[in-house]
């Protein structure tokens, strides 16, 4: 034991030779950005939720309610989809499918449901046209109140709509975002360490973000909006980021943004890396176009639409998908250049502290999550998380310089080429 503590002192003597100023130098990264960022939210989030303990009182007065589900070739995920709705404890008036020109099956299985249940409606765009056109055309159909606007290869708990539609009850509310889970997450490694992805960084941060009023997305595989709200709009612009895009354009026009965090929806979360490369390749774009390009008008005080909460919801993923990317990349290449002779400690050192942080973290998730036992199981791949988040790093990187220099999100492949043509070059 003696000669194991002699290593590691010998090991780290370099970085602990000046104490405290040491430590500092060469751990400021995860001391100025990632501990305060991480621990404190996720602590504030645990703490009001003990607080406030969890609703179980009976949901009257709910918003009747629409969902538009775009369809792409989704012969094989459809169905479950369809019956995952038609099990809900809060039923909707109306499921409407909009077929996006598939080329395999799809269309037959939805006319299918269509002739066996009322409540389903089908609509089809004859070609590809874009899952924007797809959720306006399914918007146009809406009658209701509210419109729910999900993926088609999701499922949700039985309870997820009820718990969705809840804050649309405050009348200063439009959109409500859910939680989202890997449904898939026991299939490989990669799909694992996305369950804690999901669990830490957007679960818990989305609800930090929700409580301080700054929430700056509601997933396009699950939200909920008033009709109303997103007709006033204009509905979804074409083109990649359509999500974040729409919940930017209502909190211009002065709706609030809610997190249901009781509402649970299931989705599959890419296999391969080279899938999950251009997915978060395409989200990073998305978050350039339509923050620094597209909404730049919230970064200015004499905006009609600046206040200081759609300020903070505009930066908050900036600092944290650009700004913070780029200062950790110096912080990186700043140790190897002047002091390389104890960078080796530094990336073992920052290993260990990342993963404390992940294990406290997902201790936070576990504490908060309707499925501990399945929870629990993450804590098993914390390392892996760290190297994936340190990947996903340089992925971001990657796709801030290439849309910013390049507009790649004007031709990305997630929309077709006709849509493509049209967008604006924002």
Known sequence: MDEQLGMLQGFFGPVLADGWIGIWHAYWFFLLFEFPRFVLTDFWVLVMRCIEGERNDPAHGLPAYSVVVPVLNEERTIAATIRSLEEQSQLPQRIILVDDGSTDGTARVCQKFESENPRIHFASMGTRSGKSAALNRGLGLVKTEAVVFVDADTTFDRQAMRELLRPLLDPRVDAVGGVLRVRNRNENLLTEVQALEYGISITLSR????????????????GAFRTSAVRSVGGHDPGPGNDSDLTIDIREHGGRIAFAHQAICHTDAPTGLGQL???????CRNVVKNRMRKHANLFWPFSRSFSLRNLYSTLDPLLYQVFFSWVWLFYIVQLALTRPSILPAVLIGNACLYAVLGVVQQGVVIALSERPAEDRKGLLFIPAYNLYRTWLRFVMLFAQVEEIFTRKSLSDPFAPEKVQKAQPDW
């Open 207 to 222: 609800q930090a973000k929700s409580r301080l009023g700054i929430l700056p997305i509601i997933s396009g595989a699950f």
């Open 277 to 283: 490369t251009r997915q978060r390749r395409r989200w």
